[in-house]
């Protein structure tokens, strides 16, 4: 479930005695390390990763808060570097018979949440694609000289919090109650949620895009839905594999975007009946729309957003 502390070592959990702690609304337990909160386990896969990742050269990795277009930037990334493997038929297409989060784990919660040598069997193919929710800052160390290539989505922190809610009771297969948004609300202002604060992972990012642009791509869920084709060919050309002419003509932008498109990727068998860890991949999937908070959050809410969010960015020259 991603919620389970059985796998947490001795070591870690006297790193975790001697660092802030909060249980949130639903009684899970985070702690904070290194300026982010995080669950016990994911704590422990970040130490593992910290720990014994050794990068590549060619190592992708898709980086997001939850719930900011984490699927959607796995599955575009999957479909561009799918291009060069020449599939004979559709069929054979990975994301027709896997879901994204299958195909690109996450690192601190899948891959190294056991160990800081996992087996990295799968990976065989250059480049390895890899997945993260950890902030830019956690991971510089490890990566350090490292010209592997990050792309971090993000995306306006009221559809954040309104996804991530209907995920949450999803999930734990209650009815979207409001007084959890209102919970979860509470603890978007203060910082003390899952991998928060938000506005620290979004700078860590951004900065870290200003600073090397070569190696870390900022990409936003709302650019992406308002202009898609300029989007996915940003991304192409960042990852070294942009669109030829003839792909182009070809039509073969527009068969990527309706490849991956929330209703294509929904309506396949494995997302529709799959799971993973207890968790059904159908999730993942709602509506995909912009400015869904606005069916949702109140004129308090929305403004304290706001607020703090202008407040936290100020001077950053990132506008949300
Ligand atoms: P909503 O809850 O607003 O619908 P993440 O992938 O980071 O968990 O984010 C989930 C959000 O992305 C959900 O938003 C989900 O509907 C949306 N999403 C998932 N797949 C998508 C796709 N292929 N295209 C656009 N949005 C998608």
């Not at 957003?305 to 202008?310: A, E, N, R, V």
């Amino acid at each position: 479930s991603g919620l389970r502390d059985d796998k947490i070592t001795e070591e870690t959990k006297s790193l975790i005695s001697s660092l802030p702690s909060h249980t949130e609304s639903q009684g899970h337990k985070i702690c904070k390390y290194q300026g982010c909160w995080y669950y016990y386990n994911a704590l422990q896969g970040v130490l593992n990763f910290q720990r014994g990742f050794q990068p590549r050269d060619t190592d992708i990795i898709l980086a997001s808060y939850p719930k900011s277009g984490t699927t959607w930037l796995k599955a575009l990334t999957v479909a561009l570097l799918e291009r060069s493997k020449n599939h004979s038929s559709d069929d054979q297409h990975p994301l027709l018979s896997d879901n994204p989060h299958e195909i690109v784990p996450f690192l601190e919660i899948n891959l190294y949440v056991e160990s800081s040598s996992p087996v990295l069997a799968k990976f065989s193919s250059v480049p390895r694609l890899f997945s993260t929710h950890m902030p830019l800052h956690a991971m510089q160390e490890t990566l350090k000289d490292s010209p592997c290539k990050i792309v971090y989505v993000c995306r306006n922190v009221k559809d954040t919090l309104v996804s991530w809610w209907f995920f949450r009771c999803a999930i734990h297969k209650i009815e979207p109650d409001r007084s959890i948004l209102e919970s979860m609300f509470k603890s978007f202002c203060n910082g003390t949620i899952y991998y928060g604060p938000f506005w620290d992972h979004l700078l860590s990012y951004w900065r870290g895009s200003l600073e090397d642009p070569k190696h870390v791509l900022f990409m936003r869920y709302e650019e992406l839905k308002a202009e898609p084709r300029d989007q996915i060919k940003r991304l192409a050309d960042f990852l070294g594999c942009p669109f030829t002419k003839e792909e182009e003509e070809n039509g073969l932008v527009q068969k990527i975007l309706d490849l991956c498109s929330l209703r294509n990727l929904s309506g396949l068998e494995v997302n529709k009946t799959g799971k993973r860890n207890n968790l059904d991949h159908k999730y993942y999937f709602r509506k995909g729309e912009v400015g869904d908070w606005k069916n949702h959050l109140t004129p308090e809410i929305e403004n304290k957003l706001d607020m703090i969010i202008k407040e936290k960015l100020k001077g950053s020259g990132l506008k949300f």
